[in-house]
C-alpha cells in the first residue's frame, strides 16, 4: 500500500504554509509505517499509489491535472482520491449546501474507510485518525524544499514549513463575516492541546529544530476566559515565541470585561513577530479605537492590522469601488493615528473591476512597513516615476512632486518623451474616473503617519 498526498495549492502555484490537514494525515500514516510522500507536480505518474488524498484550502485554487483526467476516466468505477478542505466548497452560498458540504468536510478523514482499519494512537478515539489528536508529521514537504533550495530558491522563503510547531487550540467563531468559512457558526469552543503538536525535535547540535509556534485560530480571545486564559498561560509557559497566524479580535479587548487583563497578558508574552489583528470594517471604526486606547497602554511592539477590501467588487460598480478605497485609508488613518501598521487582505473580487491595480499600489505600498512608515500613497506611487527616470533614463529629478506640480510638468509637456511608471499611471486613472472626489481621494493620498501620530490618544493622564 502506497498513499499519494497532494496540497492542490503549492501544485497551483504554491503558498508561504504547509497544509495542516495533510501533515496530520501524514503523522498518522508515518505512526503505522504506512509508505506515503508528497506529490510534487500535477504531471506526475501517479499510477504507484493505491490512494490520493487532496487537500485545497482556497477555492481560486484549480484542481490537478491528474485529478481532473482521473474523474473524467473513471465512468462509474470507484475512485482512489479522497478530497478536502475549504477550497472544495468556501463559495458555495447556500446555507443549507454550505453546512452539510462542511459537516461531512470536517470530519471526513476521521470517518474515512481504509484509516480507520488501524489503531488510533494518540488519543481520542479507538480506530482511525483524531485530527485534534493528531502530532503532525513536519518533514512531509522536507524533500520537495531541498530541491526548491538546490534549484535556487532561498531556505528562509520555507520557513513557516521548516520552524514552526503548527496547530489549532480553538476552533470557531461568532462574527458571522459574510466571506468567512466560520460564517455559520456562532461559538468558540476548545480543539487541541498545546502538546499534540508541539515538536520537541532538535538537530544534531541539540537546537530546537522548530523553535516557534504558530496558531490557525479563528478567534482566540471571543472564547471564554476558562478557555483563553489557561492556554494563553500554557503558551507563555512553553518560552517559545508564538503567534496567532490569522490574527486577533481587537475588538474584543473593547467588548470584553476582560479587556485591561487580556491586553496585559498579551503584553508579557513571548511574542513572535508584530501583533497582528483585523481592522476589517469601517463601522467597527468606535470599538477599534476604544480597544487600542487600551492596548497601547500595555504594548509597545508594533502592531498590525489586516485590512480587507475588494469584497463583491464586479467591473461595473464604481461607486462600490470608490466607498472601498476611501475605507480603506480612513481605517489607515485611524491606525496611523495610533502608530499601527495596516496590511491589505484583497479578496479575488478585486479582480473583476478594470480599476483593480489600485489594490496592488496600495498594498504594494501598505504591506511594506518601510513605504508605510516613510510616505504616503501619492509619494510612493511617485516615487517609483523618478526611480524610473534616474536609473532608466539618467535624469536628474526632483525627488517627489506633488500631484498639482505633477499636473503642471504634464501639462506643460514633460512627459511627452517619458514613460509614466505603472503606479503613477494607476493612481492618476483613478484620480480621473472619481474627479468630483479628488479633493477628498488628494487628503486620504497624502496621509502620512509621521504627521499623524498621537500618543496622547492613548497615554492615562497622571
Given at each position: 500500500m502506497k498513499i499519494g498526498l497532494v496540497d492542490a495549492d503549492l501544485l497551483d502555484g504554491g503558498t508561504r504554509h504547509p497544509n495542516l490537514a495533510l501533515l496530520k494525515l501524514a503523522g498518522f500514516l508515518n505512526d503505522h509505517n504506512i509508505e506515503f510522500r508528497l506529490i510534487e507536480s500535477e504531471n506526475e505518474d501517479i499510477s504507484e499509489f493505491h490512494l490520493i488524498y487532496i487537500s485545497k484550502v482556497f477555492s481560486f485554487t484549480k484542481d490537478p491535472k491528474f485529478f481532473n483526467r482521473s474523474q473524467e476516466e473513471k465512468k462509474g468505477k470507484e475512485s482512489r482520491f479522497r478530497w478536502g478542505g475549504t477550497g472544495f466548497y468556501a463559495l458555495n452560498e447556500n446555507e443549507m449546501g454550505f453546512r452539510q458540504y462542511r459537516s461531512v468536510d470536517m470530519m471526513q478523514l476521521e470517518n474515512d474507510p481504509f484509516l480507520n482499519r488501524y489503531p488510533n494512537m494518540?488519543?481520542?478515539?479507538?480506530?482511525?485518525?483524531?485530527?485534534?489528536?493528531?502530532?503532525p508529521f513536519y518533514d512531509l514537504y522536507v524533500p520537495y524544499i531541498e530541491k526548491r533550495i538546490a534549484a535556487g530558491r532561498k531556505k528562509s522563503y520555507y520557513k513557516d514549513y521548516l520552524q514552526y510547531s503548527i496547530g489549532f487550540l480553538t476552533r470557531g467563531c461568532f462574527r458571522k463575516c459574510p466571506f468567512c468559512v466560520n460564517r455559520f457558526e456562532n461559538r468558540i469552543l476548545p480543539y487541541s492541546k498545546i502538546q499534540w503538536f508541539l515538536s520537541d525535535e532538535k538537530d544534531e547540535k541539540g537546537r530546537l529544530k522548530r523553535p516557534y509556534i504558530y496558531l490557525w485560530d479563528d478567534n482566540f480571545l471571543a472564547s471564554s476566559p476558562s478557555i483563553w486564559r489557561p492556554l494563553l498561560k500554557e503558551l507563555m509557559e512553553t518560552r517559545r515565541p508564538f503567534q496567532f497566524r490569522q490574527g486577533l479580535d481587537e475588538r474584543i479587548l473593547a467588548e470584553s470585561p476582560y479587556g485591561e487583563e487580556i491586553a496585559e497578558l498579551l503584553s508579557q508574552c513571548k511574542y513572535h513577530g508584530d501583533y497582528i489583528f483585523a481592522f476589517d470594517n469601517w463601522s467597527d471604526r468606535p470599538k477599534i479605537e476604544k480597544a487600542l486606547k487600551i492596548w497601547k497602554r500595555y504594548n509597545k511592539k508594533e502592531t498590525k492590522f489586516y485590512l480587507f477590501c475588494g469584497y463583491k467588487l464586479n467591473s461595473n460598480d464604481d461607486d462600490l469601488l470608490l466607498k472601498d478605497i476611501k475605507e480603506i485609508f480612513y481605517r489607515i488613518e485611524v491606525l496611523m493615528k495610533y502608530g499601527c501598521l495596516g496590511y491589505i487582505m484583497r479578496?479575488?473580487?478585486?479582480?473583476?473591476?478594470?480599476?483593480?491595480?489600485?489594490?496592488?499600489?496600495?498594498?504594494?505600498?501598505?504591506?511594506?512597513?518601510?513605504?508605510?512608515?516613510?510616505?504616503?500613497?501619492?509619494?510612493?506611487?511617485?516615487?517609483?516615476?523618478?526611480?524610473?527616470?534616474?536609473?532608466?533614463?539618467?535624469?536628474?529629478?526632483?525627488?517627489?512632486?506633488?500631484?498639482?506640480?505633477?499636473?503642471?510638468?504634464?501639462?506643460?509637456?514633460?512627459?511627452?518623451?517619458?514613460?509614466?511608471?505603472?503606479?503613477?499611471?494607476?493612481?492618476?486613472?483613478?484620480?480621473?474616473?472619481?474627479?468630483?472626489?479628488?479633493?477628498?481621494?488628494?487628503?486620504?493620498?497624502?496621509?502620512?503617519?509621521?504627521?499623524?501620530?498621537?500618543?496622547?490618544?492613548?497615554?492615562?493622564?497622571?
Open positions: 494518540r488519543d481520542g478515539k479507538e480506530m482511525g485518525i483524531s485530527m485534534a489528536h493528531q502530532m479578496h479575488e473580487d478585486y479582480h473583476n473591476h478594470e480599476l483593480q491595480n489600485i489594490y496592488v499600489q496600495i498594498a504594494r505600498w501598505c504591506n511594506q512597513p518601510a513605504f508605510y512608515k516613510k510616505m504616503s500613497f501619492w509619494e510612493f506611487c511617485y516615487r517609483n516615476q523618478t526611480f524610473w527616470e534616474e536609473r532608466t533614463l539618467g535624469l536628474k529629478v526632483t525627488p517627489i512632486k506633488s500631484y498639482e506640480e505633477f499636473i503642471v510638468d504634464f501639462n506643460n509637456g514633460y512627459y511627452t518623451d517619458k514613460k509614466i511608471s505603472l503606479p503613477l499611471k494607476t493612481i492618476i486613472s483613478f484620480l480621473e474616473r472619481f474627479s468630483s472626489h479628488k479633493k477628498e481621494l488628494l487628503r486620504l493620498f497624502n496621509l502620512r503617519l509621521r504627521d499623524l501620530v498621537n500618543p496622547n490618544l492613548w497615554l492615562k493622564s497622571e
